[in-house]
T-cell receptor, first 114, second 112 residues
């Protein structure tokens, strides 16, 4: 079965640079979620979109922004990168048309800020 | 904050059943119990969820107590590949775009 696709899988940036992470949800899924997992930590929710509108928001820095496009893919834009932004970034997707909206996760993007 | 409590670690012998407990004493009537696992640095993997009835799928069984204040995830025949961190999460039913709150989780080690 098709899964959530994330690109790139690995990204290395310098401090103060920008990064863009992409997420392609499972076909027919209409909601995407972004999570951040720092070293040795549990995944933390950043933001979600349902039908291209922001749905929920967590502890996402103001330096980060995200959007969901008409084809339901999503991009997480990160500016003025800091060393502390080094983490795994997971995207998940779900379909709200069924009787539950179970989230399915992608493989993640590992961001390293030097 | 996470609304669940899990033991930080457990061991299980390969081929035996792994029973992972979770306490969610403040669960609301409209909240489901979800289980995910994360194998080292991979994306969290959905396992199973339930409201009040016991549930079973190809991966595991979920036993929820009658008062819904606790549950147990059962992996019937654990293999080395089941070594992972297991997260028990409560979440409102059909919460469009609603987040999952990951707590500490249980680190399960399956040993030969």
């Amino acid at each position: 079965a098709a899964g959530v696709i994330q690109s790139p899988r690995h990204l290395i940036k310098e401090k103060r640079e920008t990064a863009t992470l992409k997420c392609y949800p499972i076909p027919r899924h209409d909601t995407v979620y972004w999570y951040q997992q720092g070293p040795g930590q549990d995944p933390q929710f950043l933001i979600s979109f349902y039908e291209k509108m922001q749905s929920d928001k967590g502890s996402i820095p103001d330096r980060f922004s995200a959007q969901q496009f008409s084809d339901y893919h999503s991009e997480l834009n990160m500016s003025s990168l800091e060393l502390g932004d080094s983490a795994l970034y997971f995207c998940a997707s779900s379909y709200t048309g069924g009787n539950t909206d179970t989230q399915y996760f992608g493989p993640g993007t590992r961001l390293t800020v030097l | 904050d996470a609304k669940t409590t899990q033991p930080p670690s457990m061991d299980c012998a390969e081929g035996r059943a792994a029973n992972l407990p979770c306490n969610h004493s403040t669960i609301s009537g409209n909240e489901y119990v979800y289980w995910y696992r994360q194998i080292h640095s991979q994306g969290p993997q959905y396992i199973i969820h339930g409201l009040k009835n016991n549930e079973t799928n190809e991966m595991a069984s979920l036993i929820i107590t009658e008062d819904r204040k606790s549950s147990t995830l059962i992996l019937p025949h654990a293999t080395l590949r089941d070594t992972a961190v297991y997260y028990c999460i409560v979440r409102p039913f059909y919460n469009q775009g609603g987040k999952l709150i990951f707590g500490q989780g249980t680190e399960l080690s399956v040993k030969p």
